[in-house]
């Protein structure tokens, strides 16, 4: 069993910066590939970014390409998101996810584990 903690949210002026961690319980972190979700009011939940197990490989969504960055420490069993130059339509609930799928599943990615999110807010 692993739970997902998130923290960082807040509220931050367009232009600024944020750093979102999530913090896994269980000695198994290392093991699962990570991904960052979010979901604006009255928006479906949309893939921000993944990071590999080992944390050579990441992907983001183009909404976020260049201003957000992916990482992980497996020696913290924790996940982080860095967000730059952050906009209004930005502002989300933002949630991890942990996964034993591969890497490359895409669409097939089946999530074992979720976080309870932590809220974004960018004001203009």
């Known amino acids: 069993q692993v739970q997902l903690v998130e923290s960082g949210g807040g509220l931050v002026q367009a232009g600024g910066s944020l750093r979102l961690s999530c913090a896994a319980s269980g000695r198994t972190f290392s093991g699962y590939v990570m991904d960052w979700f979010r979901q604006a009011p009255g928006k479906e939940r949309e893939f921000v970014a993944r990071?590999?197990?080992?944390?050579?490989?990441?992907n983001y969504a183009d909404s976020v390409k260049g201003r957000f960055a992916i990482s992980r420490d497996n020696n913290k069993n924790t996940v982080y998101l860095q967000m730059s130059n952050l906009k209004p339509e930005d502002t989300a609930v933002y949630y991890c996810a942990a996964t034993s799928s591969s890497y490359y599943s895409g669409t097939n990615t089946r999530y074992d584990y979720w976080g309870q999110g932590t809220q974004v807010t960018v004001s203009s």
């Open positions: 990071i590999s197990s080992g944390g050579r490989l990441t």
